[in-house]
């Protein structure tokens, strides 16, 4: 957690915007959630509208990629804990639709540039196989990446990639649903799964279908490492593929 009210006790507060940006990125690159929290909208504790500086803070903190954006004072003491969690979520949806396009121009590089995670073998072919996933939604344009995922892992390596697109994560875990509700574009659900992955992902389609989050036609990615495991540990058959919603 980037608590900044803290952070600027401890440096020159003219540091606490580069040192955030870099706490920000060193977390992404460890692949660890990160949350910038404290003083993103202080005077909508006492007002109904935030001032322009405020709304400038949050949407820097979207840019910079940061997994969440925590309100504190405003939402636990404030006057309009509704009206601040409404701006929080506006300010973020707008500055994620305005920087997309500028986000698919880098993030062939972006990728490029993050660390390996591990030296074992399986969990190297992981970050492979959903940088690839990353990159091949961007290239292509992809409605949605689908992931199945029994702890979670092959998820926050694909929120980690920061693709511009939802990723919706699928497991058969509720602590794992919980807990990645937290990472980065990530949208979770519990799912019981069967041993025919074929029947898991038609069920996956029809579910989002029904809530009308896809729509026959969407083009998605779908990446799995339940094939030929149990429910214990992630360490079947991975596995990628590019699917149409029927």
């Not at 920087?99 to 072919?125: F, G, K, M, N, W």
């Not at 979770?188 to 898991?200: G, I």
């Not at 030929?228 to 596995?239: A, E, I, K, T």
Request: include cysteine; charged fraction near 25%; proline fraction near 4%.
């Amino acid at each position: 957690m980037v608590a900044r009210g803290d952070l600027g006790a401890q440096i020159p507060l003219e540091e606490v915007p580069s040192v955030q940006q870099d706490i920000v990125q060193i977390c992404r690159d460890l692949n660890k959630p990160v949350i910038v929290a404290s003083q993103l909208l202080e005077s909508m504790i006492e007002f109904p509208t935030p001032t322009r500086a405020e709304v400038a803070d949050t949407a820097e903190a979207v840019r910079q990629r940061a997994d969440a954006l925590m309100l504190s004072g405003e939402s636990a003491i404030g006057q309009f804990p509704e009206k601040a969690l409404a701006v929080l979520r506006t300010v973020a949806t707008r500055i994620e639709g305005f920087s997309r396009a500028e986000r698919s121009r880098e993030q062939e590089a972006d990728i490029a540039l993050l660390p390996e995670l591990s030296d074992v073998l399986s969990e190297r072919i992981s970050e492979q196989i959903c940088a690839s996933a990353a990159h091949m939604a961007a290239k292509l344009q992809v409605d949605a990446i689908f992931v199945f995922t029994h702890r979670g892992y092959m998820a926050s390596l694909l929120s980690r990639c920061r693709p511009d697109c939802p990723i919706f994560a699928f497991t058969s875990s509720q602590g794992v649903r919980q807990q990645l509700n937290l990472s980065w574009g990530l949208i979770p659900f519990r799912l019981d799964f069967s041993d025919d992955m074929e029947s898991n992902i038609l069920r996956t389609f029809n579910l989002l279908k029904a809530r009308g989050m896809m729509k026959s036609g969407d083009l998605v990615i779908t990446v799995t490492d339940i094939i030929g495991s149990d429910s214990s540990f992630d360490g079947g058959l991975q596995s990628m593929q590019i699917r149409n919603v029927p």
